[in-house]
Nanobody, 125 residues
Framework: QVQLVESGGGLVQPGGSLRLSCATS????????IGWFRQAPGKEREGIAC????????AYSDSVEGRFVISRDYAKSTVDLQMDNLNSEDTGIYYC??????????????????WGQGTQVTVSS
């Protein structure tokens, strides 16, 4: 059974940083593609970052490219999302999700079939 638990959300000022973590089992961490998605108020959920099973390949949406970094931490058994230079448009509920093994990961919701409960990120002064 694949279990994913997000943490690290909160309130941050524009220009600030947050680090989200997606905790899971070591097996999931090694065998699954992990993606981060978010849903802003009144908007559809969008994919923002993913890390493939093999070769640590990553992909980002245009909206976060250059500001967010996704990484896998085997010691903590987490997939982390470092978010820098945050702005109000980054506000939303952030979810991590697990999908099948990939060499190059898709940031497409339909490719992921295990989801966490989400963590709230609010960017406001």
């Amino acid at each position: 059974q694949v279990q994913l638990v997000e943490s690290g959300g909160g309130l941050v000022q524009p220009g600030g940083s947050l680090r989200l973590s997606c905790a899971t089992s070591g097996e999931t961490l090694s065998l699954y593609t992990i993606g981060w998605f978010r849903q802003a108020p009144g908007k559809e959920r969008e994919g923002i970052a993913c890390i493939a099973t093999f070769a640590e390949n990553t992909a980002y949406s245009d909206s976060v490219e250059g500001r967010f970094v996704i990484s896998r931490d085997y010691a903590k058994s987490t997939v982390d999302l470092q978010m820098d230079n945050l702005n109000s448009e980054d506000t939303g509920i952030y979810y991590c999700a697990a999908g099948g093994p990939t060499l190059y990961c898709p940031i497409v919701e339909s490719q992921y079939n295990h989801w966490g409960q989400g963590t709230q990120v609010t960017v406001s002064s």
